[in-house]
């Protein structure tokens, strides 16, 4: 009787340790676990219009591309061969927004907001912030309930400061739509997208390189003007101001910058994706429920 009490009770922990893996689909839905792919926006017109995140960096991306830094093909160098980078001398412009993604932590404000940069990395993005462009805000879905590690983008084509950083004309599934052809090389067919579309392209930065798979996803977000932010001027005539569709990204390092010391050892590329840290941990449970139920034993 004991025992059995005992084992269930260490058996319910399972489920809590298998979200430390990355799902298939390499991220959670953050509807499933109350929260949104809609951003929460202040002072909008009318109150309480919201954005989309219509952008995310798989989980199953190699490990190094999801840690938040520069060095090391990190997030940041990720971004740079993207074409985008901190904001304008380090100056933090404009309001923040928050994003709940379902993983625990609960509504909370962007990591931070990346600008195109011109082609150049160090200064371009003060031309982006006085003149528009294009430019995203991002999460990590890294809270203890839904931890996948997988990168959430909303992305969106603003117009100059002069206009008060409005949005342009369908420039939520454009500002979408440029990232994914900056990777390929090619103009993307917004009206045309659907669930099954596809892509891919190489990207690099300061002797990184990407090589990024693109899938399209539906069911994330709706396909509507309805709640959305800019609904009065960002629509094409007679259609929704966000497509519904999600584009999913899924990185992998094709070669790294062996100049650099400190990365040509641990972000040799492909070597430690998510799926090498699901499996310790699934080696390791066992272990753990092992030791507990003999633990129980001798105490009984
Ligand atoms: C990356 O480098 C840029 C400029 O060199 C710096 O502004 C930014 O804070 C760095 N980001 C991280 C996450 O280290
Ligand atoms: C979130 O950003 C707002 C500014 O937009 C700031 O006032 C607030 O302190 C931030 N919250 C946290 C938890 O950093
Ligand atoms: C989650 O990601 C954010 C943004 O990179 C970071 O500041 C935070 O420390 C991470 N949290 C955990 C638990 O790793
Ligand atoms: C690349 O991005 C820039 C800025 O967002 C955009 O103007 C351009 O059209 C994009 N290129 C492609 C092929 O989508
Ligand atoms: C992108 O495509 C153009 C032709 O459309 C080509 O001239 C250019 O070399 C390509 N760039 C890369 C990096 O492949
Ligand atoms: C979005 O909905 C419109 C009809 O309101 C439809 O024409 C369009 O094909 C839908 N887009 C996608 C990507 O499903
Ligand atoms: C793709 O979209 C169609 C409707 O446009 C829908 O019926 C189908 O279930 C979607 N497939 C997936 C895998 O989401
Ligand atoms: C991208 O890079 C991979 C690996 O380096 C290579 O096999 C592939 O041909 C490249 N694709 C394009 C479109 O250049
Ligand atoms: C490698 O990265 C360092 C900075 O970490 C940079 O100075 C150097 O130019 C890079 N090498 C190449 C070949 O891009
Ligand atoms: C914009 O969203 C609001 C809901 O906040 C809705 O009442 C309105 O009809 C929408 N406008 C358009 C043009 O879709
Ligand atoms: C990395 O990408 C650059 C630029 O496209 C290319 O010249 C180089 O051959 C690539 N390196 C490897 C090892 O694939
Ligand atoms: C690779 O994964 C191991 C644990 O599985 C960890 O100790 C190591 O720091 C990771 N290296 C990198 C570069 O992420």
């Given at each position: 009787?004991?025992?059995?009490?005992?084992?269930?009770?260490?058996?319910?922990?399972?489920?809590?340790?298998?979200?430390?893996?990355?799902?298939?689909?390499?991220?959670?839905?953050?509807?499933?676990?109350?929260?949104?792919?809609?951003?929460?926006?202040?002072?909008?017109?009318?109150?309480?219009?919201?954005?989309?995140?219509?952008?995310?960096?798989?989980?199953?991306?190699?490990?190094?591309?999801?840690?938040?830094?520069?060095?090391?093909?990190?997030?940041?160098?990720?971004?740079?061969?993207?074409?985008?980078?901190?904001?304008?001398?380090?100056?933090?412009?404009?309001?923040?927004?928050?994003?709940?993604?379902?993983?625990?932590?609960?509504?909370?404000?962007?990591?931070?907001?990346?600008?195109?940069?011109?082609?150049?990395?160090?200064?371009?993005?003060?031309?982006?912030?006085?003149?528009?462009?294009?430019?995203?805000?991002?999460?990590?879905?890294?809270?203890?309930?839904?931890?996948?590690?997988?990168?959430?983008?909303?992305?969106?084509?603003?117009?100059?400061?002069?206009?008060?950083?409005?949005?342009?004309?369908?420039?939520?599934?454009?500002?979408?739509?440029?990232?994914?052809?900056?990777?390929?090389?090619?103009?993307?067919?917004?009206?045309?997208?659907?669930?099954?579309?596809t892509?891919?392209?190489?990207?690099?930065?300061?002797?990184?390189?990407?090589?990024?798979s693109i899938q399209y996803v539906?069911?994330?977000?709706?396909?509507?003007?309805?709640?959305?932010?800019?609904?009065?001027?960002?629509?094409?005539?007679?259609?929704?101001?966000?497509?519904?569709?999600?584009a999913v990204?899924?990185?992998?390092?094709?070669?790294?910058?062996?100049?650099?010391?400190?990365?040509?050892?641990?972000?040799?590329?492909?070597?430690?994706?998510?799926?090498?840290?699901?499996?310790?941990?699934?080696?390791?449970?066992?272990?753990?429920?092992?030791?507990?139920?003999?633990?129980?034993?001798?105490?009984?």
């Amino acid at each position: 009787m004991h025992y059995s009490v005992v084992i269930s009770g260490l058996l319910s922990i399972i489920p809590g340790l298998a979200f430390a893996s990355v799902p298939s689909q390499g991220y959670f839905d953050p509807s499933s676990n109350g929260g949104s792919m809609l951003t929460t926006v202040e002072d909008t017109s009318p109150l309480g219009q919201q954005e989309p995140i219509n952008m995310i960096i798989s989980g199953n991306s190699d490990s190094a591309v999801s840690i938040d830094q520069n060095s090391s093909g990190g997030l940041q160098n990720y971004f740079n061969s993207l074409g985008f980078a901190g904001e304008c001398l380090g100056e933090h412009l404009g309001n923040d927004q928050q994003a709940n993604l379902g993983d625990g932590n609960g509504l909370i404000n962007q990591t931070a907001v990346m600008r195109w940069d011109y082609g150049n990395v160090q200064t371009g993005t003060c031309e982006e912030t006085v003149d528009g462009g294009n430019h995203f805000r991002y999460w990590v879905q890294n809270g203890s309930s839904a931890d996948s590690n997988a990168i959430f983008m909303a992305t969106s084509y603003e117009l100059p400061a002069s206009t008060n950083h409005d949005i342009v004309t369908n420039g939520y599934n454009l500002g979408r739509d440029y990232v994914i052809g900056n990777i390929t090389n090619s103009t993307i067919p917004t009206e045309s997208l659907s669930n099954s579309s596809t892509f891919s392209g190489n990207t690099s930065f300061n002797g990184f390189n990407y090589s990024t798979s693109i899938q399209y996803v539906s069911g994330l977000l709706p396909n509507t003007s309805v709640g959305i932010n800019h609904n009065l001027t960002v629509p094409v005539d007679g259609q929704n101001a966000i497509d519904g569709l999600v584009a999913v990204l899924t990185v992998k390092i094709t070669a790294t910058n062996t100049s650099s010391g400190s990365s040509s050892s641990s972000s040799s590329s492909g070597s430690n994706n998510s799926g090498v840290l699901g499996l310790s941990v699934s080696w390791k449970l066992p272990t753990v429920i092992g030791v507990l139920i003999s633990a129980c034993f001798v105490s009984l």
